[in-house]
């Protein structure tokens, strides 16, 4: 048609988030103060509905330094960043007009501390991603409030003056152009009542490269499965663990159960052996402070991260698990193999069954050449039928050693 673009496809907008492999996941908001569970700890009934928005006096933001968090997360080797704009509690970390229940009208923070992190996020190269509540368990025009508690059945009326809420603040987030969208909530309502085509069908008229996650009632482009570690590949050409670092989203002090920096690299290896992306998530406090533990991880898996880059982003899914006891994964032009060998091997690597002839074989981020032997090659061809590799103990890394072939 005459004047107008051709939709970019599903493929294209998807390039970039293939290719990622890490993001960080942001939870901050009031639920910081006393440190208890988002949103949901006055839905299940463990403190009053009042007494949770009491939290709205002590969000300071005091410390909050968001070219330092956007450092952090570059640091930490993620392309990507998605924070919570409004949680299901409802409130939003914006200005927006449509409801003053926002940090800027309603905390002593006093000010918008969404634009700042967008802008702080895009000048350190994250592509940016906001994760938004399609459920408000605040708005007095929802119908779900507490467990076992509704504000109203069936009523056509009030379920309209919520949409058109719903609709306003979600256009005052296109203004920001978000690389992502990361839905949440939809599970109370269908796609129906959300009017989620629709949703859809704004977002990509105002950002026609941006993406969205599944949580949108079947309007969604990648598959987000959560928490547990996926024992097997999702049935989806794209996408992305999310995962605590601890046992909690928010800033939660009494939670300490913090995985270790080896195991979260385990996991993201895991994911990358798949062919997906691991959104790993921090909780700052109410002033700002990103948790000390929660840096440590960054910077550790920035350590790993920056040394193994060629073995991370752009990299597809792996060989089948019977030639290698390991994860692996494959480079984009599908000719450099990657072995991640997560333990401190006893003896040589053993490959088996590969079909393709095997060049050389060298340690990932220091170079080293490899010493490999051929056993049961094939009179009449160079493919090994078995394939041993040496690692010696200098050359390995102190988390995961990553071998190219
Ligand atoms: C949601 C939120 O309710 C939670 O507070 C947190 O923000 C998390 C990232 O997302 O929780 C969910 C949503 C979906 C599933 C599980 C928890 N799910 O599909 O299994």
């Known amino acids: 048609m005459v004047g107008q673009e051709k939709e970019l496809s599903k493929d294209q907008r998807l390039a970039w988030f293939k290719d990622a492999k890490l993001g960080i996941f942001i939870?901050?908001?009031?639920?910081?103060?006393?440190?208890?569970?988002?949103?949901?700890?006055?839905?299940?009934?463990?403190?009053?509905?009042?007494?949770?928005?009491?939290?709205?006096?002590?969000?300071?933001?005091?410390?909050?330094?968001?070219?330092?968090?956007?450092?952090?997360?570059?640091?930490?080797?993620?392309?990507?960043?998605?924070?919570?704009?409004?949680h299901h509690d409802g409130v939003a970390l914006w200005d927006t007009k449509y409801s003053d229940l926002n940090v800027v009208d309603k905390t002593p923070a006093k000010r918008d501390v969404l634009t700042s992190f967008v802008k702080a996020a895009r000048s350190e190269g994250l592509k940016v991603g906001l994760y938004y509540s399609l459920l408000d368990w605040s708005h007095p025009d929802y119908p779900n409030f507490l467990r076992d508690k509704k504000r109203y059945t069936d009523d056509a009326k009030r379920w309209a003056k919520f949409t058109k809420f719903n609709f306003g603040q979600i256009e005052e987030l296109t203004k920001f152009n978000p690389d992502l969208y990361w839905f949440d909530g939809d599970w109370e309502q269908s796609a129906e009542t959300w009017k989620a085509k629709e949703i859809r069908d704004l977002l990509l008229e105002k950002t026609p490269t941006t993406i969205i996650n599944s949580r949108l009632q079947g309007y969604g482009d990648y598959a987000t499965p959560e928490q547990g570690i996926p024992i097997t590949k999702p049935d989806s050409k794209y996408w992305e663990l999310c995962m605590t670092m601890n046992n909690s989203w928010g800033y939660q002090p009494n939670d300490t159960n913090y995985k270790s920096v080896n195991q979260i690299i385990r996991i993201l290896v895991d994911c990358i052996s798949m062919g997906g992306n691991l959104l790993l998530d921090i909780g700052p406090k109410p002033d700002g402070i990103i948790p000390q533990e929660q840096i440590d991880i960054l910077k550790g898996l920035g350590r790993w991260t920056n040394k193994h880059k060629s073995a991370i982003y752009g990299t597809r899914a792996g060989i089948p698990f019977g030639h290698f006891n390991g994860y692996t994964a494959l480079s984009k032009d599908k000719t450099i193999l990657y072995l991640y060998v997560d333990n401190k091997p006893n003896g040589p690597l053993l490959i088996k069954g590969l079909k393709n002839k095997v060049n050389r074989a060298w340690v990932v981020g220091n170079g080293t050449k490899l010493k490999t032997n051929v056993v049961g090659k094939l009179y009449w061809s160079d493919v090994p039928g078995l394939l041993y590799i040496d690692v010696p103990e200098d050359v390995q890394d102190q988390d995961v050693t990553v071998i190219a072939m």
């Open 27 to 86: 939870h901050w908001g009031i639920y910081a103060v006393n440190g208890i569970d988002e949103s949901w700890s006055f839905h299940n009934g463990y403190i009053s509905y009042d007494d949770y928005m009491k939290q709205l006096d002590g969000f300071t933001a005091t410390n909050y330094n968001p070219e330092y968090w956007a450092e952090l997360i570059k640091e930490s080797g993620a392309k990507y960043t998605v924070i919570t704009t409004k």
